[in-house]
């Protein structure tokens, strides 16, 4: 019982992270319709920045902050990148974020070498009904609810966030209000940065993380960005935590390095299972 | 206010406007009138600025608004969410003097806009359009769709805007009865040109307008005193 309470913890936070990293496809493909697999790059450049500023004696909090922002920015650049010029196709800006994804792991070896990094985190840890629980686990998951509270307000309540939302869902429409929709992509890019970057500085201290890790986090995302339809933050925060578990218990009671092949197959899975309405959505 | 000159749009090889030129006055209501495909739409996306021009020029003095064809909610928002983005041109979320203007409103703001009929979405695009305190409105197709008496509330509702804010209004419209009783002036569209402009009343006996909507031999039946019969 205290194992699994423990695994469950783990696979929560994980799947937090996750879920981080699947919003902010999310919101890229709602407004720009491209799904960006340089996600996952992202996030390990927030948790390896995160390293670097914190062991350059930048206080906790601060090193954390500027490693969200400081990803968000590389986002931007893949907006640019993507969507900059007028007409480029969705399968094209798909193209692009993946050679993206590519030239930020020459960057990640050129900056901080092979070797994975953890920073430090939240030290500690607490009791659950018996299993002891590290403490950086818990501000993950608070930390993710937090994030994704703000998304949802920012979306239904500001005036940036209502244009963003405009432009998913009728460009023409928003175009016509005098939206500029291809500012719009960007800032979802960039959102999207900040959301990577954020779940890398939560992930990397209990999860380390190296140029490799790109494409498993990638990988999670997107299954629970599909889990949500690439449409719904709040699924593709439960498809995210139902990842995050089902690879800690696989981890746990199995082994270790099924995890990735485990997200690949639930992927393949709410894909087969969801078909009927992809298809009910592209219709429309 | 509105001066548009030998203007010329393509979609790829198509020509949709083939050296269209109008003009519209300051708080004038003008009737674009014409057939299917004669490039109605294409002018009014290009004064608002959605197409671009091969060539010719658009020159307005003043804010241009749109109201669509098919009315292009943004259909999971609420009418009040719709009608604030409809002033994001110029940074205006005040939605009361809308709701001065159409009443109706006010009782639907929290309803998602793409539950509405296609009456009430028609009034919260046009609603929407007027967020943004044109000094032109471009209405493509009010009719469309909709039952006459909807129909009559609208153009109620736009004679009134333009009687008391002095709004131009430049209306797109199949509905070519509909569209000379609204506006006082009215031109004819064809195959992307103005082919005749000038007072509704006179353009309603007008062989040009006939033979626009309905062809040669319709101009043949007027001569033979059976063009009622052809227009019913």
């Given amino acids: 019982m205290t194992e699994l309470v423990a695994y469950l913890v783990a696979g929560i936070a994980l799947g937090s992270s996750f879920a981080l990293i699947g919003s902010g496809i999310v919101v890229v493909h709602r407004v720009t319709r491209v799904v960006n697999f340089a996600q996952g790059s992202i996030a390990v450049v927030g948790g390896m920045a995160s390293a670097s500023l914190l062991s350059g004696r930048l206080p906790h909090g601060l090193g954390e902050l500027v490693a969200v922002l400081l990803s968000g920015l590389v986002g931007l650049v893949i907006g640019v990148l993507a969507i900059g010029r007028r007409g480029t196709p969705p399968l094209i800006s798909l193209i692009i974020t993946l050679g993206a994804s590519m030239l930020i792991s020459a960057g990640i070896i050129w900056l901080w070498g092979q070797d994975p990094v953890s920073p430090p985190g939240l030290g500690g840890s607490v009791t659950i009904l018996g299993a002891s629980v590290e403490r950086q686990r818990l501000l993950v998951l608070g930390a993710t609810l937090v994030a994704f509270a703000a998304l949802g307000l920012f979306f239904s309540r500001s005036y940036v966030g209502k244009a963003l939302t405009a432009s998913a869902s009728n460009p023409w429409a928003a175009r016509m209000v005098g939206i500029d929709v291809r500012r719009m992509g960007l800032l979802a890019f960039g959102l999207a940065g900040v959301l990577g970057g954020l779940a890398g500085v939560l992930l990397a201290p209990t999860n380390a993380v190296s140029f490799y890790s790109d494409l498993p986090l990638a990988l999670s995302g997107f299954a629970a960005a599909v889990f949500g339809g690439l449409t719904s933050p709040v699924r593709t925060l439960l498809g995210g935590i139902g990842l995050g578990v089902a690879g800690s218990l696989t981890a746990g009671y199995l082994n270790g390095s099924y995890q990735t092949e485990v997200a690949l197959l639930l992927m393949l899975l709410i894909m087969i299972v969801r078909s009927n309405s992809f298809s009910a959505e592209e219709a429309k | 206010m509105l001066h548009i000159d030998d203007l010329v749009v393509r979609y790829g090889s198509a020509v949709a406007l083939d050296g269209a030129s109008l003009e519209v006055g300051a708080g004038e209501m003008v009737a674009l009138v014409g057939p299917n495909g004669a490039g109605k739409s294409t002018l009014i996306n290009t004064i608002s600025g959605l197409l671009e021009p091969s060539s010719g020029t658009v020159?307005?003095?003043?804010?241009?608004?749109?109201?669509?064809?098919?009315?292009?909610?943004?259909?999971?928002?609420?009418?009040?969410?719709?009608?604030?983005?409809?002033?994001?041109?110029?940074?205006?979320?005040?939605?009361?003097?809308?709701?001065?203007?159409?009443?109706?409103?006010?009782?639907?703001?929290?309803?998602?806009?793409?539950?509405?009929?296609?009456?009430?979405?028609?009034?919260?695009?046009?609603?929407?359009?007027?967020?943004?305190?044109?000094?032109?409105?471009?209405?493509?197709?009010?009719?469309?769709?909709?039952?006459?008496?909807?129909?009559?509330?609208?153009?109620?509702?736009?004679?009134?805007?333009?009687?008391?804010?002095?709004?131009?209004?430049?209306?797109?419209?199949?509905?070519?009865?509909?569209?000379?009783?609204?506006?006082?002036?009215?031109?004819?569209?064809?195959?992307?040109?103005?082919?005749?402009?000038?007072?509704?009343?006179?353009?309603?006996?007008s062989e040009e307008v006939r033979r626009a909507y309905f062809g040669d031999l319709a101009v043949a039946a007027t001569m033979t005193g059976s063009m009622t019969e052809v227009s019913r």
């Fill in chain 2, 59 to 205: 020159r307005c003095e003043g804010r241009v608004a749109q109201v669509p064809e098919g009315r292009q909610m943004f259909p999971d928002m609420s009418v009040e969410d719709n009608l604030v983005l409809g002033g994001w041109s110029i940074r205006n979320r005040d939605v009361s003097e809308v709701y001065d203007l159409l009443p109706d409103l006010a009782q639907m703001r929290k309803r998602k806009a793409g539950r509405l009929s296609g009456g009430q979405q028609q009034m919260v695009a046009v609603g929407r359009a007027l967020m943004a305190r044109p000094d032109l409105l471009a209405i493509d197709e009010l009719s469309l769709g909709l039952a006459p008496l909807v129909v009559a509330d609208l153009a109620e509702h736009l004679r009134r805007l333009n009687r008391e804010r002095g709004t131009a209004v430049l209306l797109v419209e199949q509905e070519v009865s509909l569209a000379f009783d609204v506006c006082p002036r009215a031109c004819v569209l064809e195959a992307g040109r103005v082919i005749a402009a000038g007072p509704s009343a006179e353009l309603a006996q």
